[in-house]
């Protein structure tokens, strides 16, 4: 029995290439720990750094039969384990900005909802007062207001001067202002 554990990296390179697992296990056991160390210091987290070193040597595994050595398995694990960093990196900041995408985006509809509940709850408030005002105050405010006429518009309709309707938007708001409780 061939032991395979003095051989040259490109040796045990040739023999992956042909579906020879220990020679995998070998370049495997040999690089692991060098590899794991370069690839923490860069990205700070061990559990990153076992997880890109795991995924790079699956990749030469599964590609092993079209992967081809312009120079050495050093320089090709170094370069390959280098991307695999390079894209692991890219991927936090994409995780990231997603995150923080999401967390505004939670917080926007967190606050809309509330948006609305506050505004559903002032529209009542000012219908309850709106409806305490004197007929013709309320219905210059309606037609003000809610139909968005304007008090030219509503002194025609009314059969009163321009000044009256001024003068019964005014009481209105004055009123509306002051008896309102849900403050801002």
């Known amino acids: ?8 990296d490109e040796v045990l390179f040739d023999l992956l290439k042909v579906n020879n697992e220990k020679a995998f296990t070998i370049l495997y056991n040999r690089y692991w720990d060098k590899l794991l ?14 997880e890109v070193l795991q995924q790079l040597f699956v990749q030469i595994w599964n590609s092993r039969h079209h992967i081809f050595l312009r120079y050495t398995f050093r320089t090709y694990i170094s370069a390959a384990l280098k991307y695999a960093i390079y894209h692991k990196i890219a991927e936090r900041k994409k995780r990231q900005f997603v995150f923080f995408e ?3 985006n939670a917080d926007f509809a967190d606050n ?4 609305m509940l506050d505004f559903s709850q002032v529209r009542e408030e000012i219908e309850t007062l709106v409806a305490q005002l004197p007929e013709k105050c309320q219905m210059v405010y309606r037609l003000s207001r809610e139909n968005e006429m304007t008090a030219k518009g509503i002194a025609e309709r009314m059969g009163i001067s321009e000044k009256t309707v001024q003068g019964h938007l005014t009481k209105a708001l ?3 202002k002051s008896n309102l409780t ?3």
Do not use: P
């Open 1 to 8: 029995m061939q032991l395979l554990g003095d051989e040259l």
């Open 112 to 115: 809309s909802t509330q948006y």
């Open 102 to 104: 999401e967390e505004i």
């Open 174 to 176: 004055k009123y509306i």
């Open 37 to 50: 160390e370069v690839a923490y210091n860069k990205l700070k987290l061990q559990a990153d750094a076992e």
């Open 182 to 184: 849900i403050l801002f």
